[in-house]
């Protein structure tokens, strides 16, 4: 991946705004906005934000590259909505942070040890699998992100909620073994294979 | 009413507010024959609301006087009010004007003595105020009132009150048996100067408009100024009449916004902007004015205004659109919280009042317009072959301050005159 961050360096040099609009999902909004800053206040996990959407467009088109796609601010996101709903200019500000977050992983660069970053992977990697999510193993992977020590004292902690929903059939241990799957799970690879086959060539232009 | 003369060549200006009588006074004094047909009881419309103008910071009252003298010399103006156009048909040169005209129940022997509004109890809510507080049953709209004429509410039709304020009448100018009265009227040609409304605060749900108390709108703080308004000109707060040094104005609320309007409403910078004099006019070095925006939009000679207000030390400029209002329960002060542009910092700062500078909706509705019109997206009316004789006067037409208004009536006024010049020609 590495090697596609060179040649995008290369390709937009200087113009990271027209490397967004071209590779970031709903990328060409960004030059839309302007400033209001009603997203940023209206975002409910505003407080961690290192840089609010706003904050993150001004600095999509003064170029500092480095500084957006590193930065963890994306990855606070919790497609809540609310900024869409109230950006005056109808910006699909939520979009544009998974895409923005995408396409830093994309190229190799995103945060490493992000706590939603590590989610999401975990949660791909297990609906990839089934085409289902499989709860169980995504809880047990989660409990474990951290190491064994850590994994085992939330497990603990969670032993009561994880009871409670075995009970009331919310989860079963039967997942603990293969797991439910959809109807067609040879189409459902062949079409991942080939989603990615298509991105990967999409990619391959852009370049 | 059958008495009105109308033909071919009469200009019908519909709506009496600044732009409807400039358009009237244009023609009329060139020779014209002009009906203005005025929905509510006396002509001026919004103007007669404001405390003053920006930006030379007169009184609105001293040009309306103007106007009003030179409407009431002028033999070539009839006015109807409490008056409405429900119906337009024909051509440019030939239309056909439905009019729907209220009863006032008072009638021209009125001296304006107001013994009818003492003989009354029954109070009803004062338009002329935004409804803030309530006139009584009998009333007189405002001061400046023209025609200087009372009227009586509607609702107080059938009750004590009514009879009451017929027997208090010394001139035998209530007429309590008149009823609603449709007429039809020739014209040439059609100045539609409707002009506009506050847009509906309430659809601004994040600024809290119907729950917090101390959140009001520009026009209705207005109002607060006038010595005769409800507040009997004191700058208070609605929740406990607490004096409200510390106010903050918020930009845009519901201009330039795909979920409420889509265009600049380009009086609201200038409004706010004049309005934080009233603070200062006020309460001098105590004042405490915040003025949260998106840009300034104060265009040509605005821009000393703007600078002036700049200069003022008790004026605060935050670089941001408000992203919400909740009240603090204790003291009832309202919290406006947001993220600003310029450092990005997070706020959440307390007022003692919040003004909403409203944005400008057109009243022109497309749907139920009577002829066939070209409305923009923002609701507008455009200039169009399309419209024929029938010319968009003032805010009917975009959103404008007075003095553009003016200057939209006037050149409205010139096409219709037009219009009428070629009838005349052809009919020799």
């Known amino acids: 991946m590495s090697d596609l961050n060179t040649g995008m360096v290369e390709k937009y040099r200087n113009n990271f705004l027209k490397e967004v609009e071209a590779n970031v999902e709903e990328g060409d909004w960004v030059k839309m906005c302007m400033q209001c800053g009603v997203c940023s206040g209206s975002c409910p996990l505003g407080t961690d934000w290192d840089h609010p959407p706003q904050e993150l467009f001004m600095m999509i088109r003064a170029g500092k590259r480095e500084e957006v796609l590193q930065s963890t601010s994306m990855w606070m996101c919790t497609s809540c909505y609310n900024c869409i709903v109230r950006c005056p200019r109808e910006l699909p500000i939520t979009h544009i942070m998974h895409g923005l977050a995408h396409y830093a992983t994309r190229l190799g660069i995103e945060p490493k040890g992000q706590p939603t970053r590590q989610f999401a992977q975990l949660f791909w990697d297990n609906l990839a699998k089934n085409g289902r999510v499989n709860e169980l193993w995504l809880g047990v992977n989660l409990y474990f992100m951290n190491g064994l020590v850590e994994g085992v004292k939330v497990a603990l902690g969670m032993a009561g909620i994880g009871l409670g929903m075995l009970k009331a059939g919310r989860l079963s241990l039967k997942e603990l073994v293969g797991g439910h799957t959809v109807k067609d799970k040879k189409g459902f690879k062949a079409m991942i294979k080939k989603a990615q086959e298509l991105e990967a060539a999409r990619v391959d232009n852009a370049q | ?428």
Request: hydrophobic share 35%; with cysteine.
């Open chain 2, 1 to 428: 009413m059958s008495d009105i003369v109308a033909t071919n060549q009469t200009i019908l200006v519909v709506g009496g507010g600044i732009s409807g009588m400039t358009a009237a006074l244009e023609a009329a004094e060139v020779g014209k024959q002009v009906i203005v047909i005025e929905k509510t009881p006396s002509v001026g419309g919004r103007v007669t609301k404001l405390y003053k103008y920006f930006p030379k910071l007169c009184f609105p009252t001293c040009g309306l006087e103007i106007n009003q003298r030179r409407m009431a010399a002028n033999k070539n103006i009839t006015v109807l009010t409490m008056a409405e156009v429900t119906d337009l048909q024909g051509e440019a040169g030939d239309y056909t004007a439905t009019v729907k005209v209220s009863p006032r129940y008072v009638n021209s022997n009125c001296t304006a003595c107001g013994a009818c509004a003492d003989a009354v109890e029954a109070e009803f809510d004062d338009e002329h105020n935004y409804n803030m507080n309530k006139h009584k049953g009998a009333y007189l709209p405002h001061n400046m009132a023209m025609p200087k004429r009372y009227v009586i509410d509607p609702g107080m039709i059938g009750s004590d009150d009514a009879q009451k304020a017929k027997d208090a009448c010394k001139y035998d100018a209530i007429d309590l048996d008149m009823q609603e009265e449709t007429i039809e009227l020739k014209a040439g040609a059609v100045v539609w100067a409707t002009g506009w409304r506050p847009y509906d605060a309430n659809k601004i749900q994040p600024y809290g408009y119907d729950r917090i108390a101390n959140v009001i709108t520009s026009v209705e703080f207005e109002r607060l100024m006038d010595p005769f308004g409800p507040t009997e000109g004191k700058l208070v707060r609605p929740s406990d009449g607490k004096e409200a040094k510390n106010v903050a104005f918020i930009q845009c609320a519901g201009s330039r916004d795909r979920n409420y309007l889509k265009h600049c409403s380009r009086i609201c910078c200038m409004a706010s902007l004049k309005q934080s004099t009233y603070v200062s006019e006020k309460f001098g070095d105590d004042a405490d004015v915040s003025i949260y925006y998106i840009d300034i939009r104060a265009i040509d000679r605005f821009d000393n205004f703007y600078q002036k207000v700049q200069d003022d030390e008790n004026v605060t400029f935050i670089k941001s659109k408000v992203a919400n209002i909740v009240e603090n329960k204790e003291n009832g002060n309202p919290v406006l919280n947001g993220v600003d542009t310029e450092g990005y910092n997070r706020y959440a700062n307390e007022h003692d009042l919040v003004v909403l500078a409203i944005g400008m909706e057109p009243s022109v509705d497309k749907d139920t317009f009577p002829i066939e019109i070209k409305v923009n997206d923002e609701g507008f009316i455009e200039h169009d072959e399309a419209n024929g004789g029938v010319f968009a006067a003032g805010c009917s037409s975009d959103a404008l301050d007075v003095n553009r208004a003016v200057q939209s009536a006037t050149a409205s006024a010139l096409r219709a005159i037009q219009v009428v010049n070629k009838v005349a020609q052809a009919e020799g």
